[in-house]
């Protein structure tokens, strides 16, 4: 049975508004595979998307397209899975943009197709975000990775992944993945003729809204990339409201005072995933777990508003999906969301490229 991308956008939203509020403000399925569904199927007219049409999203250059001075390793278990896995990522060619090799134990490409770190390649959204196919033959957890690469400007590079099939969780932020990529440093990427090309980024000039219920992702016209991120959660009071706003004006404010922010949980909702299979590899070091009656787990926090932060990480990692041949993921514009997951964040990706046409 064929489906449109616009069908599989909205199963991705619905599945963002079921009961539980869980990791990361994404949501777990509940009463088996019979009762998801029949679920999916009550709430799927439910779903609401408003996008105001922009009239089509320019691009304007930004600078030469970077990648690394040398190759990167790292290595951890995943978030979900549990399993142990090294990443290697290589510099690649200008134009290349980003894309995941999974290699078996021996070292030798586990498939013969490369997954590029795009819109069109997500396969689910439940708790993380996962890009290529079923199983063993698509990879995990990719958005810590990608928020780095993203926000330290790393326009081009191959990233292979061996022993698993999901990008190692590390201490649950982003910050050891910069820490890599400043090591390694930043070069002009040029094609194989040897020249560089332009990196030429999305400009909003009209409004774009993508909502379900109070949750949302917006963006408007402003002279840079800016991004603003509210949560909400009432029933964990030492979380409770907050809001965060990040710029690219300050090149080093994507490693101060975005990376560091980590992942975070409840823990009443701890067993719940586990007995789901998920979350496998957390723990009180690589997650911050917060009760609702007693506050947080494991302090101290690297900042009051950390839970914020890490959704906006998280944001800025789904919309590093955008990225194309080189160009960026990020608009040129104020992007505003609130109460989003991987879900809506996605829908809001594919409602900008959809314009940038």
Same mark, same amino acid.
């Given at each position: 049975?064929?489906?449109?991308?616009?069908?599989?956008?909205?199963?991705?939203?619905?599945?963002?508004?079921?009961?539980?509020?869980?990791?990361?403000?994404?949501?777990?399925?509940?009463?088996?595979?019979?009762?998801?569904?029949?679920?999916?199927?009550?709430?799927?007219?439910?779903?609401?998307?408003?996008?105001?049409?922009?009239?089509?999203?320019?691009?304007?250059?930004?600078?030469?397209?970077?990648?690394?001075?040398?190759?990167?390793?790292?290595?951890?278990?995943?978030?979900?899975?549990?399993?142990?896995?090294?990443?290697?990522?290589?510099?690649?060619?200008?134009?290349?943009?980003?894309?995941?090799?999974?290699?078996?134990?021996?070292?030798?490409?586990?498939?013969?197709?490369?997954?590029?770190?795009?819109?069109?390649?997500?396969?689910?959204?439940?708790?993380?975000?996962?890009?290529?196919?079923?199983?063993?033959?698509?990879?995990?957890?990719?958005?810590?990775?990608?928020?780095?690469?993203?926000?330290?400007?790393?326009?081009?590079?191959?990233?292979?992944?061996?022993?698993?099939?999901?990008?190692?969780?590390?201490?649950?932020?982003?910050?050891?993945?910069?820490?890599?990529?400043?090591?390694?440093?930043?070069?002009?990427?040029?094609?194989?003729?040897?020249?560089?090309?332009?990196?030429?980024?999305?400009?909003?000039?009209?409004?774009?809204?993508?909502?379900?219920?109070?949750?949302?992702?917006?963006?408007?016209?402003?002279?840079?990339?800016?991004?603003?991120?509210?949560?909400?959660?009432?029933?964990?009071?030492?979380?409770?409201?907050?809001?965060?706003?990040?710029?690219?004006?300050?090149?080093?404010?994507?490693?101060?005072?975005?990376?560091?922010?980590?992942?975070?949980?409840?823990?009443?909702?701890?067993?719940?995933?586990?007995?789901?299979?998920?979350?496998?590899?957390?723990?009180?070091?690589?997650?911050?777990?917060?009760?609702?009656?007693?506050?947080?787990?494991?302090?101290?926090?690297?900042?009051?508003?950390?839970?914020?932060? !890490?959704?906006?990480?998280?944001?800025?990692?789904?919309?590093?999906?955008?990225?194309?041949?080189?160009?960026?993921?990020?608009?040129?514009? !104020?992007?505003?969301?609130?109460?989003?997951?991987?879900?809506?964040?996605?829908?809001?990706?594919?409602?900008?490229?959809?314009?940038?046409?």
């Amino acid at each position: 049975m064929s489906c449109s991308i616009g069908h599989f956008s909205l199963l991705r939203a619905a599945r963002s508004s079921l009961p539980l509020q869980l990791f990361s403000t994404e949501i777990l399925p509940s009463g088996g595979r019979t009762g998801r569904r029949q679920f999916h199927r009550q709430l799927y007219a439910q779903v609401q998307v408003v996008e105001e049409l922009t009239y089509g999203v320019p691009r304007v250059e930004t600078g030469p397209q970077l990648t690394l001075s040398r190759s990167v390793t790292k290595s951890g278990i995943g978030l979900h899975s549990g399993d142990l896995a090294e990443v290697n990522i290589f510099p690649a060619a200008a134009g290349e943009g980003r894309c995941f090799v999974l290699r078996n134990s021996q070292g030798d490409e586990r498939h013969p197709h490369r997954v590029p770190a795009a819109l069109g390649y997500v396969r689910d959204t439940t708790l993380s975000t996962w890009v290529g196919g079923v199983g063993n033959k698509g990879v995990r957890t990719v958005e810590h990775l990608l928020s780095a690469l993203e926000g330290m400007g790393v326009d081009n590079c191959l990233i292979e992944i061996t022993g698993g099939n999901e990008v190692p969780l590390l201490d649950g932020s982003a910050l050891q993945w910069v820490q890599a990529i400043e090591d390694a440093g930043l070069s002009t990427a040029v094609d194989k003729r040897g020249i560089s090309q332009a990196r030429k980024a999305l400009v909003i000039k009209e409004p774009i809204t993508v909502c379900h219920g109070d949750s949302f992702v917006a963006a408007f016209p402003s002279s840079c990339t800016r991004l603003t991120y509210g949560i909400d959660f009432p029933q964990v009071p030492a979380i409770g409201r907050q809001w965060f706003t990040w710029s690219t004006d300050d090149v080093s404010a994507y490693k101060r005072e975005v990376a560091p922010a980590r992942t975070f949980g409840i823990y009443e909702q701890v067993e719940q995933l586990q007995a789901a299979g998920l979350i496998k590899g957390g723990s009180l070091d690589n997650a911050l777990v917060c009760s609702m009656e007693t506050g947080w787990l494991n302090p101290p926090l690297r900042f009051p508003d950390e839970p914020c932060r !890490h959704k906006l990480l998280d944001l800025i990692g789904d919309l590093a999906l955008c990225a194309f041949k080189g160009h960026p993921g990020l608009p040129i514009g !104020h992007i505003v969301a609130y109460k989003a997951s991987h879900s809506l964040h996605v829908k809001f990706g594919e409602v900008l490229l959809l314009r940038g046409k």
